[in-house]
């Protein structure tokens, strides 16, 4: 398969379109099935920016054209507050309609329980979330999910990298602790807490101590000063909060900057939602968090800034990861129709999207046969740590992509 390389631009991709559309084309439809949390629940943000990335990618394609000789709808499948009945609900009517050629998801459930459903139906099924989850359905039997594709990869990175590049910082000089000492923070959902539990094991195990550990309800935290007053009784070098939710974390860092300590501090995903910023404002500044599967954001991987480009001049605003998510699904859909292949073919096209080996905005994405996740190192979907730093968000690891360096965040002193 040869490599889509990130120097060709997506007005290429646009020209393949356009040129593989015949005359009368414009009669045939192929539906897309958006799944994704819309309206209810903390993570409604992801779901918009996911529903948005998947419309700007199928107004693009049809604006060329179309693909595969016809042109793309886009039909969107509301999971609510992403409880059991919501999600079945929202399958259930996917399921209903012969037409759908495939689903794109952003975050469905917060289990994944919903590729069971899919798996069964054999319709082909992306998704880009609980990588953990994911591959504890996938591994046991992959032939049984040959239809269901994560664009992210294992989340073992989140759960052992933080400490390693937090001594990375203090070895360069730019952090001087006094000890090494971590206040852990979180969240009862299974993202986090898989990143959570895996942290407990790789701080102590790397040399640090963890002074404060508490884990918060999954559902929307107003308060957090009671916590906070415990972590500012003993201030630890860092604070670690797995909450991924934008709109809690933001709550958190404004409370927490009401009296901040001298601390580093990361947030597991949540600032990379523009909503975090616009919540938090000037309070985000210095915060650091990490992607596994979000968008390089550096000049030395131009493709994300070219989707940025063309996001942002339709939503005014910045893309948050699951824009890129969604409009790449999308996009790899469309190849494959390019290809000539069924879109009514599903078992044709699962085989078309197991064979993807193409530079996405996330790095090159080649599945593992095992996991069915994108395969994970700096050659293919790289780790990345970013710092909020005067409104721009600095990649600062790994060096291959790295766009500046960490910075003492304002509230501290070295």
């Given amino acids: 398969m ?11 991709l646009l020209a393949l379109a356009a040129g593989a559309l015949p005359a009368g084309a ?7 099935a958006f799944m994704g949390s819309l309206t209810g629940s903390p993570f409604t943000a992801d779901g918009v920016d996911g529903l948005n990335g998947a419309k700007l990618a199928v107004k693009e394609i049809n604006a060329a054209g179309g693909a595969g000789g016809a042109k793309l709808e886009l039909i969107e499948f509301d999971t609510k507050e992403m409880t059991p009945d919501a999600v079945i609900s929202a399958f ?53 999910f040959k239809n269901v594709w994560s664009l992210t990869p294992a989340y073992d990175g989140y759960e052992t990298e933080l400490p390693i590049v937090l001594e990375g910082i203090i070895k360069a000089g730019t952090l001087n602790p006094r000890d090494r000492t971590v206040a852990l923070i979180g969240a009862d959902n299974p993202y986090s807490m898989s990143i959570y539990n895996g942290l407990k094991k790789s701080f102590p195990a790397n040399g640090w101590t963890i002074t404060f550990d508490e884990v ?9 000063r009671s916590l906070l007053a415990k972590i500012r009784a003993n201030p630890p070098v860092a604070i670690v909060n797995t909450e991924p939710s934008s709109s809690n974390a933001a709550t958190f860092m404004n409370q927490y900057m ?21 919540l938090t404002k000037g309070n985000s500044k210095g915060v650091m968090y990490n992607l596994l599967g979000g968008a390089i954001k550096s000049p030395k991987h131009p493709r994300t800034a070219e989707i940025n480009e063309r996001a942002k001049a339709e939503y005014g605003r910045d893309s948050g990861s699951y824009v890129y998510l969604l409009y790449e699904m999308v996009y790899l859909l469309a190849d494959c129709y390019n290809k000539g292949v069924d879109p009514k073919d599903w078992t044709g096209l699962s085989k078309c999207l197991e064979d993807t080996d193409k530079i996405l905005a996330n790095g090159r994405m080649v ?48």
Avoid: C
């Fill in 26 to 32: 414009q009669d045939k439809v192929i539906k897309i």
């Fill in 258 to 278: 009401e009296d901040p300590t001298n601390s580093v501090m990361f947030i597991q995903y949540a600032p990379s939602v523009p909503e975090f910023s616009e």
């Fill in 367 to 414: 599945f593992d046969k095992k996991t069915h996740l994108a395969t994970q190192d700096n050659d293919h979907v790289p780790i990345q740590f970013y710092q909020i730093w005067e409104g721009e968000h600095t990649l600062i690891y790994p060096d291959k992509y790295a766009t500046g360096q960490f910075h003492l965040p304002p509230w501290m002193k070295n």
């Fill in 92 to 144: 259930e009517r996917v399921k209903g309609d012969p037409d759908i050629s495939a689903t794109v998801s952003s975050l469905t459930s917060l289990t994944n329980f919903e590729i069971e459903y899919f798996a069964e139906l054999g319709m082909p099924y992306m998704l880009a979330v609980n990588s953990q989850q994911t591959r504890d359905f996938v591994s046991p039997d992959p032939e049984k």
């Fill in 2 to 12: 040869r490599i889509l390389k990130g120097s060709v631009g997506i007005a290429a």
């Fill in 216 to 224: 918060v309800p999954p559902t929307e935290v107003n308060d957090w």
